[in-house]
């Protein structure tokens, strides 16, 4: 029996526990989520690693992307790229590798990290330049047997959807890679999205193995101006269609989202999505709400990603300074796991069930701060060896900080009430 499955039945699993455990929630309430489909528990059945809750009621969880490219092959550099990620903070690593032998790559990364980890087999099902169905589903079958414990599936990529996209003439057509890649090999084949005409067998083999399907956003607008269009909803609906059938067959599922959206667009787009899909945890990919910030643009994506997560979204995929420019280096995963993982608690701190939880950090950094209990707040900081470092690096004789010396109004008000 899947997660989903035992769930539904009314009988509790480890996974539940842990999840219930870690999340300061009833066991029951985690339980009856599962059954929903409004949570889902990334671990696979192969694979020793604590299992993570995404969806309603629990902490807002981010992912880093980690991955050789073409031009780029060093997969020690991607392991320790996924370890720094994890331990900053990120609650699921993906690997996202195109360059070089990809099961050694995934299989060292699945080795190295006690997270999640996430993959994409079409990437791998693409280096056959001659690729056909078969080579999608096994390399999804690859994937699962190897322990991956969620996959991206562009499922929603379908010949309707491609039609809306040439109607709608965007300024970026597809921006997603595995997008990309399905809608050349429908326009080369001239036939449906395999994963689509064939869902019930890519079920069968995701029920095998309980691994979660990510549901891919091939047409994610790539652009502020193609925000919340037809190609993207079309493919929207789709997602919704392919929750209820993967639910019905006991498979978890998560839906993916934009991209890039105006910020006066996102808690309306999230809404949206979720009615949509059915209440399935929403992925999102930033939301990026501007284009002009590359080399900042892990900002322009927490700051769509905190205000998408206070409408609802459940996991986001971090966004590193290099995004639309390079591939990241180790430094650059760090900084972008970090500003990400900010935005998750941004929006924690208007979440139900986790919002007390949340504010009781915040609290505990405020008193730190009244206190001027410098070691505390560095044990308190989302990255204590950047506060340390800045610290240090602008010395002052005071017990306050360098900014106001003997004028700091922390300390002035403490002295004065304290006669
Ligand atoms: S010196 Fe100024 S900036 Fe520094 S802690 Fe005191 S009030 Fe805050």
Redesign the pocket.
Known sequence: MTLIETASRGQITPEMEAVAQAEGIDVQKVRRLVADGRLAILKSATRDVMPVGIGELVRTKINTNVGTSIDFVDMEEEIKKALVAAKHGADAVMDLSTGGDLNVIRRRILDAVSVPVGSVPIYQAAQNPDMNSDDMFNAVRKHAADGIDFMTIHAGVTLSAVEHLKKRRRILDVVSRGGAFMVVWMAQHEQENPFYAEYDYLLEIAREYDVAISLGDGMRPGCISDASDAPEFTEIVTLGELVCRARSKGVQTIVEGPGHVPLDDVGASVIAMKRLTHYAPLYLLGPLVTDIGPGYDHITGAIGGAVAGMYGADFLCMVSPTEHLALPTIEDVKEGTIVTKIAAHVADLTKDGQKDRAKTWDDRMAHA?KN?DWDAQFNLAIDPEKARKIRRGRKTSSD??S???E?????IMRDILKE
Do not use: E
């Open positions: 701060r001027l306050a900080c900014m106001c010396g004028l700091c109004a922390i300390k």
